[in-house]
């Protein structure tokens, strides 16, 4: 096997081709496949310990896949028994922790990945200018507020000009109000200096926003690879249904393409040889429901009662619970924004398409890190980060603990990742 | 102020201390450069004890019958109780002194803190000396009290001065672990055991005292292994303890394999304490709960504040003031009586050269060992540390022994070389350098290194331009730790060095020996000076220390 070697196609950034990674008795990768067209953005997405990190660092080099290959601007640059260093592979990373060199300052650590270039001093005010740091290369890492570094850290890797550039993690020190800030300035960056990019997040909004792409990881494997709003609204396995946005995955009977849940009809969408036939489970997001405050008088059978109620802002979301104990996440609007917890409410679907899972695939349990959180409701987060806003393609939050599906699907607790 | 105790803290935490927690499963297998650098060192440290080994196994009929005399046994004892009477007193002294620096409201504690710790740097000859030109029979003391008409002073000679100047030397081990637990120990444990009902010695009995054996015991046991290998002031002091006999014997016969059998014996002996320690503490298991959120309340003093700082005062008096005036005061009269005083300037090149040269050995060495415990912790690590460290252990007269040996035999052209001498300090105080340098290193992320060779930098690249700029403040303070225990080294220099080559170290004990104060006082002076040179080094390092 040869490392170096040109590859067809110059138009893919980045390719990783069945690549396996062990540590020990942990498998972090395992035929692991994933391709970045070069100028797009893809994000990394998962729960901690998914492998997603490890990805990216068999990308730069500082690991070595025990199988398959690596290829980076059409050349391949790793493969067992040959791994072209880090030094040699046009790769730019910017790290969690930025990494910047502390006794540099500004000007020196922009330009130390290019001190050959007869340019450098060019390069290095353009790339200044890029993310707004002019006037202040003069100053060490030290002085910089957390903004500032990762700016400096981007510049950095953006200077060699790199055939890709690797995120990780990107915004997790940095605090919540320069977050959504630095996220758009990041992504009109990358745009700007038509730079391939691959960013590991385990942050649903920031995967959202700023990708082009998402690749959904669980257990060192992709479950999806899809834009963001297909990832929302056509999920391909409850695990990526309940990592993104909130979830209520609905007992349906599925037949041509129709799902019938207790609430009634929904279309089907994706390809035909995804839509199950038989017992499924059809995925419903809260926005799917249109609800209304029950009449008083008489508890009706169709009643559902309010159980949970969680205010963010913009919108209210309220857990309800039908009298079997099935329970859903529902978008309160308009006047029903101010039900309280055990008002009863009627439910209704909208006219929505959606997709349904078939039994086989499994209730959503993103295990990864070992939280069984929120199988029914989603999870929108890994719990320990409550620091996130909602972004834009759904609301966010961690469901209460407690919430199991229903009876019939108990003994499908995990999922098996899909062999793609 | 809970800063200013940090300082305290890290102060010269012996490289006992230092053993890493037992990393996990190291993923990335360390370069081979590295791998030979390392094990290059581990024999370099290993090999002269293995053939120590082999020689005493060779051993003749005579060999064997000096060690079986009762008198090896009664040599073997005494130091043991030399040892045990060390750590017991450097415990009394020591607990009380770290309890009273870091959680109470003493006058002038900052002060106490630096005062107390300072006795660590003084080797123990220079206090020998002190005290018995002092207190000795010929000392300062019983002279004024002659003149007076007062005669016959209690002897300060053989076991209790061993005793007393030992404990002084040693105490600031165990008042430094104590010390560096109490202040990271949460302060809710005892709040919670005061609302549980405790009073407040009830509560220091029953939770403080248990959270801080651990420290003690280590502290203990570091005091213990210097009584137990220490050379220079038994033999000042003229007691018979096991390390002096091994300097009789060797000098005083030819065969040398019964020095090389009695060496391993003491090594033994010295083991044994490690190993005790470290099975009384695993019995303890006890764990100080990391990063105390909020600085312990100050217990306020009252009444005692004066009992306190007489306690204080005395430790001080004795372990410090005293030896410093002793040596003032030969050094004056010494003058007055036209002790040429360039006699220290040889031994003042001497030392120079030795120490500066083991310094830089030891800071080249330190690279590879910290590079291979930090970037690739795992068992191999771990193994190269304990290897290191545990030489540490080695009493150096026995070390001093082997070196003789396997120069002699093994490679002749080194045998009472200048380089052989160098190597055995860089060797004998690499844990030093490779605990700075360590601390150092850890402070640099792994990604920084890694960013730079996501740049474009090949790995010596990143070491020249990166790795090694950032190091550079924790390798000085490394190679600056040996330069000055170098220059107080003892029984390696007087027995490894080429003839004719005198230091510092075996000036003062060479005057002291035969009884000439004066002529000791110059040397041990200067000592002095460079003792209170790394106290105050190590309390700046001690800032950096993670």
Known sequence: MSAGGISADAHVAVRLSGVEKRFGHITALDHFDLELPSGSMLALLGPSGCGKTTALRLIAGFERPDAGTVEVGGRRVASPGASVPPERRRVGVVFQDFALFPHLSVRQNVAYGIRRDPDRDVRVDELLELVGLRGDERRMPHELSGGMQQRVAIARALAPRPDVILLDEPFSNLDQALRTQLRAELRQILRDAHQSAIFVTHDQGEALTIADRVAVMARGRIEQVAAPEVIYAEPRTPFVATFVGVANLLPAECRGGIAQTRLGPVTLIGAPDRRPEGRALSLLRPEHFLVREAPDGPVSAQAWQVIARQFSGSEILLEVRAPDGQRVWVEAGGQVRRLAIGDRVELRLRDVETVAFAPSLGIAAPTGSGHREGALAGRAKPPDDQREQPPPGGPLRSAPEDHHAPPANETLETVEPPVH | ?546
């Not at chain 2, 203990?220 to 292994?225: I, N, P, R, V, W």
């Not at chain 2, 390798?475 to 490894?496: H, N, W």
């Open chain 2, 1 to 546: 102020m809970a800063q200013d105790q940090a300082r305290g803290g890290h102060v010269a935490l012996p490289a006992v201390l230092r053993r890493l927690p037992v990393a996990s499963v190291s993923t990335r297998r360390p370069p081979l450069p590295l791998l030979a650098a390392v094990a290059t060192i581990g024999v370099l440290a290993i090999l002269p004890l293995a053939y120590l080994v082999i020689r005493a196994l060779g051993a003749d009929e005579r060999a064997l019958e000096l060690i079986a005399r009762p008198r090896t046994l009664e040599l073997l004892t005494s130091s043991v109780a030399l040892a045990a009477g060390v750590g017991l007193g450097a415990t009394v002294l020591g607990v009380p002194l770290a309890w009273l620096t870091t959680r109470t409201d003493l006058p002038g504690r900052r002060a106490w803190t630096v005062l107390t710790v300072a006795p660590l740097a003084v080797p123990s000859y220079v206090l020998a000396f002190a005290l018995i030109a002092g207190l000795g029979p010929r000392g300062v003391l019983s002279g004024t009290l002659q003149s007076l008409g007062v005669e016959g002073l209690p002897s300060i000679y053989g076991l209790p001065g061993a005793l007393l100047v030992l404990t002084l030397a040693t105490y600031p081990y165990v008042l430094l672990t104590t010390r560096a637990t109490l202040m990271r120990a949460d302060p809710a444990l005892e709040e919670a055991a005061r609302s549980l009902g405790d009073g407040f010695g009830t509560a220091f009995r029953r939770v403080t005292l248990p959270l801080l054996a651990p420290a003690i015991g280590t502290g203990a046991l570091l005091a213990a292994l210097y009584a137990i290998s220490d050379f220079g002031a038994v033999s000042i002091l003229r007691f018979d303890s096991f390390a002096r006999a091994i300097h009789v014997q060797y000098r005083s016969s030819f065969d040398r394999s019964g020095a090389a059998a009695l060496a391993l014996l003491l090594v033994a002996a010295a083991f044994a304490l490690v190993w005790a320690e470290a099975r009384v503490r695993r019995r303890a298991a006890l764990r100080v709960p990391h990063g105390a959120r909020r600085a312990a309340r100050v217990v306020p003093l009252g009444r005692w504040r004066w009992a306190a700082l007489a306690f204080c005062g005395t430790v001080t008096g004795l372990s410090l003031v005293l030896p410093a005036g002793t040596i003032a005061y030969w050094l004056v009269r010494g003058l007055a009586q036209g002790e040429p005083l360039r006699l220290v300037a040889d031994p003042i090149g001497d030392s120079l050269v030795a120490a500066g040269a083991a310094a830089l050995v030891a800071g080249i060495l330190a690279l590879p060992v910290a590079f291979l415990v930090v970037r690739y912790p795992g068992r191999l690590a771990s193994m190269a540390e304990r290897l290191l460290y545990g030489a540490y252990a080695v009493p150096g007269i026995a070390l001093a022994l082997a070196l003789v040996f396997f120069s002699l035999n093994v490679v002749p052209f080194l045998y009472q070389t200048l380089t052989l001498l160098v190597l055995a300090y860089a060797v004998r105080f690499l844990p030093q350098a490779a605990g700075t340098t360590r601390s150092a290193l850890m402070l640099i992320g792994p990604h920084v290194p890694e960013a730079a060779r996501s740049l474009g930098r090949s790995p010596w690249e990143v070491l020249r331009t990166i790795t090694l700029p950032l190091l550079r403040p924790g390798l000085l303070a490394g190679a600056a730790l040996v330069f000055l225990s170098t220059i107080k080294e003892l029984p390696l220099t007087l027995l490894v060095a080429p003839t004719g080559f005198g230091t510092l170290a075996t000036q003062v004990w060479g005057a002291a020996n035969g009884g000439f104060f004066a002529r000791a006082a110059a040397p041990a002076a200067v000592l002095m000076l460079i003792s209170l040179a790394s106290v105050a080094l190590l309390l700046r390092d001690g800032e950096h220390s993670p």
